[in-house]
């Protein structure tokens, strides 16, 4: 049976629900992930932490390093992957301090971030048609209820390269596209988990309403509707997490029978990448 992971922002491992069990250095074929994968508990169940931009938030989306992050996690025997992160509202419906449960992800990243692990010799291929596990979406719409978090389940999550937010015509170029949320962090994450095989999906804090609409949001508002988030995010994982270790989401991952390179021609190096990647 595989493990339990979840990859958040700085203030998700710091929910008070949380209790820091120990953390495992891993080095990966890619270099370091974002800091040490930290063990937690929470309600008698363990699960695994990563912490996206590291543990007092100096790494960039840009800069974070997302294969040394999901092959670090595949190294450990994780196989569910649930990502939190804040986002901007691109429709009216989905207001600051809802969750969002996309199912599908526009990458509008500028090509600056490595986001496959078929490459440098190895040719593969992994349909990402789905790139959101159906039954783990289920298992967190069911949990947000329970914990009386206003969620929405579905919808398009456009990920731009970042730091900066978008202009207002950016801004309406998305909200044309029919996208449901704005972030800098979900790709590549959600596809280089499709490709390790793993089940993967989103928790979209909703922050603001990006910049479409005609009201000005400063940093400093954002960061009080997160406080907002964070609070629903602990009584969120309460009632998530030991859900998912006792009762694990049953997939098929997608991703054996990717490889098209000939065995022959792989290297020491591919090798110790796919043995983790196909696991």
């Known amino acids: ?62 800069e974070i390093n997302y294969r040394a992050n999901i092959f670090a996690l595949k190294s450990l025997g994780v196989d569910t992957v649930v990502s939190i ?21 526009i990458d509008w990243t500028k090509g600056l971030r490595d986001r496959t692990f078929f490459d440098e010799g190895i040719v593969g291929h992994v349909s ?32 731009i390269e970042g730091p900066q937010f978008s202009t207002v015509a950016e801004s309406r170029i998305y909200r044309s596209f029919g996208a449901s949320v704005i972030g800098m962090t979900n790709v590549p994450e959600a596809f280089l988990a499709k490709e390790a095989g793993m089940a993967y999906a989103t928790v979209a804090m909703v922050t603001d309403y990006d910049c479409w609409k005609d009201e000005h ?11 907002t988030n964070y609070a629903s995010a602990q009584k969120l994982v309460v009632e998530l997490i030991p859900d998912l270790v006792k009762n694990p989401v049953t997939f098929t991952p997608e991703n054996k029978w990717a490889v098209m390179t000939d065995q022959a021609k792989l290297t020491p190096r591919h090798r110790e990448i796919l043995e983790v990647v196909l696991r």
């Open 85 to 105: 992160s804040a986002v901007g509202s691109l429709q009216e419906q989905y207001a600051p301090t809802h969750f969002v449960l996309p199912d599908q992800f």
């Open 217 to 227: 949001c400063t940093v400093q508002e954002i960061m009080a509707v997160m406080k």
């Open 1 to 62: 049976m595989g493990k339990l992971a979840v990859i958040g922002g700085s203030g998700t491992y710091k929910l008070d629900a949380i209790t820091v069990r120990g953390e495992r250095k891993v080095e990966t074929p890619f270099g370091d992930p974002s800091g040490a994968v930290m063990e937690m508990e929470v309600a008698g169940a363990s699960f695994l932490f990563l912490p996206r931009h590291g543990v007092d938030h100096h790494i960039s989306p840009s």
């Open 128 to 159: 990402c048609a789905h790139p959101v596990e159906r039954g783990l979406q289920e298992r967190l719409h069911a949990a947000c209820r329970r914990a009386d978090v206003t969620s929405h389940a579905g919808g398009s999550y456009i990920c």
